[in-house]
């Protein structure tokens, strides 16, 4: 048997609700991606990875078709079924029968130039893999027995935990046996306030009360290091003090984007200027910059717990975010820990040696968190006019209605990046998003 013979002449879809859709096929994309554990060990040349199996199937771009006299009213039935909430279950031209989750639906529709069709494509997870995918296990939504407000709740409790720890690592690893690893240490220290009050000021000054402690914090910093240097240092408040600084302005407003690129910001900073010698001093400086990233990355999980996150895209962004920023540290702190290779055992630099595992539980339930926040939040549909519309009146068809004070214009115009004329009328052929 050929692979001709194995594949099926259509693709079918069936919604939550159980509306059932026969399309052509156009073709689709498939990726995967394996879930390891990576961990490097002192005095131990080389990695050791752990294979934890396989995520789910994702289809970055699955295209089809309706096509036939009745496509265009055929298109907008399954474009509305699009708005249920739940599983789809698709009986797949080449994979058979699978359980996905929508993400992303496109529809484009011609009637002057190719009006016979009406087409799709669409973004999905397959959720389950595999020969012990039950369908019913699937399609179960209330399985979890935690919330994703107990998540949120457990993650702001675990978030007052790692600082705790940064905090006591720091203590542990700051030498003040001189005045070169002092200077070391305050040099690191001064360059990464600054980091931070130039990315984050901003954020702080929307709420006043937040902007005086952020100040306040900032003058508390400058008061511990100089009274260091005419007696001893207070590690534990001064480490304290600069995670303080990190965390403190986020608290100011609830947008996601904003935040997280203002913390992304602040560790770039700090990675351009990570030691790259072998010395003493270069071990305190990594250490010292070490408390501002593992800071940064406790503030991460903080502005996803908190912030507004209204569609799946945003929270699909969010992850793969969280998971590059914390991809950038590891990675640059791992490249300081490099330079120390050749050094005797007590003399070289370990990274993140007393927080890495706090640091990694943190950000795999804020992921969790965030994904178990899929199912609740809307999904992007897109869609080309093909007349003149008015963004009014599109808001009103797709939203129910304007909106109170006119909320759900505002936000069709923002998502869609309106300017000018367009805030008026959208002439045909531009692609609309919306979120349902």
């Given at each position: 048997?050929s692979w001709?013979?194995?594949l099926?002449p259509?693709?079918?879809f069936?919604?939550?609700?159980?509306?059932?859709?026969?399309?052509?096929?156009?073709?689709d994309?498939?990726?995967?991606?394996?879930?390891?554990?990576?961990?490097?060990?002192?005095?131990?040349?080389g990695?050791?990875?752990?294979?934890?199996?396989i995520?789910?199937?994702?289809?970055p771009?699955?295209?089809?078709?309706?096509?036939g006299?009745d496509?265009?009213?055929?298109?907008?039935?399954?474009?509305?079924?699009?708005d249920q909430?739940?599983?789809?279950?698709?009986?797949?031209?080449?994979?058979?029968?699978i359980?996905?989750?929508?993400?992303?639906?496109s529809k484009?529709?011609?009637?002057?130039d190719?009006?016979?069709?009406?087409?799709?494509?669409?973004?999905?997870?397959?959720?389950?893999q595999g020969?012990?995918?039950?369908p019913?296990a699937v399609?179960?939504?209330?399985?979890q027995?935690?919330t994703?407000?107990?998540?949120?709740n457990d993650?702001?409790?675990q978030a007052?935990?790692t600082n705790i720890?940064?905090?006591?690592q720091?203590d542990?690893?700051?030498?003040?046996?001189t005045s070169?690893?002092?200077?070391?240490?305050?040099?690191?220290?001064?360059?990464s306030?600054l980091?931070i009050n130039?990315n984050?000021?901003a954020i702080?000054?929307?709420d006043?009360?937040?902007?005086?402690?952020f100040?306040?914090?900032s003058r508390?910093?400058?008061?511990?290091?100089?009274?260091?240097?005419?007696g001893v240092?207070n590690k534990i408040?001064?480490?304290?003090q600069?995670v303080g600084?990190?965390?403190?302005?986020?608290?100011?407003?609830?947008?996601?984007?904003s935040?997280f690129?203002?913390i992304?910001?602040?560790?770039?900073?700090v990675?351009?200027?990570l030691?790259?010698?072998?010395?003493d001093?270069?071990?305190?400086?990594?250490?010292?910059?070490?408390?501002?990233?593992?800071?940064?990355?406790?503030?991460?999980?903080?502005i996803?717990?908190?912030?507004?996150?209204?569609?799946?895209?945003?929270?699909i962004?969010?992850v793969?975010d969280?998971?590059?920023?914390?991809?950038d540290?590891?990675?640059g702190?791992d490249?300081?820990?490099?330079?120390?290779?050749e050094?005797?055992i007590?003399?070289?630099?370990?990274?993140q040696?007393?927080?890495?595992?706090?640091?990694i539980l943190?950000?795999?339930n804020?992921?969790?968190?965030?994904?178990?926040?899929l199912l609740?939040?809307?999904?992007?549909?897109r869609f080309?006019?093909a007349?003149?519309?008015?963004?009014?009146?599109?808001?009103?068809?797709?939203?129910g209605?304007?909106?109170?004070d006119?909320?759900?214009?505002?936000f069709f115009i923002?998502?869609n990046?309106?300017?000018?004329?367009?805030?008026r009328?959208?002439?045909?052929?531009?692609?609309v998003?919306?979120?349902?």
């Open positions: 048997m001709q013979d194995r099926r259509e693709i079918t069936t919604s939550p609700d159980g509306d059932t859709y026969r399309a052509k096929w156009a073709g994309e498939q990726t995967k991606q394996k879930n390891v554990g990576i961990f490097n060990y002192p005095n131990f040349n990695t050791v990875v752990q294979d934890l199996g995520q789910s199937n994702r289809f771009s699955l295209s089809f078709w309706f096509d006299e496509n265009d009213t055929e298109g907008e039935a399954f474009y509305l079924s699009c909430r739940g599983v789809w279950t698709i009986v797949h031209p080449s994979k058979g029968e359980y996905v989750q929508f993400t992303n639906i484009t529709y011609r009637p002057i190719d009006g016979n069709r009406t087409v799709f494509s669409i973004q999905c997870v397959q959720v389950g020969e012990n995918t039950v019913d399609v179960q939504t209330g399985t027995p935690t994703s407000a107990e998540l949120a993650i702001n409790s007052i935990d720890a940064i905090a006591t720091y542990a690893k700051i030498k003040l046996d070169g690893l002092q200077i070391a240490n305050t040099k690191m220290i001064n360059s306030v980091a130039a984050l000021t702080a000054t929307q006043p009360s937040i902007l005086s402690k100040t306040a914090i508390g910093i400058t008061s511990t290091i100089s009274g260091g240097v005419t240092l408040a001064l480490a304290s600069v600084l990190i965390q403190t302005p986020i608290q100011a407003i609830t947008d996601i984007g935040r690129a203002a992304v910001n602040v560790v770039t900073s990675l351009a200027i030691p790259t010698g072998k010395r001093e270069d071990k305190n400086a990594a250490n010292a910059a070490e408390l501002t990233l593992a800071g940064c990355l406790v503030a991460t999980a903080q996803a717990t908190s912030g507004e996150i209204d569609t799946r895209t945003t929270a962004q969010t793969t969280l998971t590059q920023l914390l991809s540290i590891t990675t702190l490249a300081v820990q490099s330079n120390f290779d050094n005797d007590d003399l070289q630099y370990f990274s040696s007393d927080t890495y595992n706090d640091l943190l950000i795999g804020t992921i969790n968190f965030l994904l178990e926040s609740s939040l809307k999904i992007e549909k080309i006019i007349r003149p519309r008015s963004p009014i009146e599109i808001t009103v068809k797709e939203y209605s304007l909106g109170e006119d909320s759900n214009l505002d923002s998502t990046n309106l300017k000018g004329n367009e805030i009328l959208l002439n045909p052929g531009f692609e998003v919306v979120y349902v």
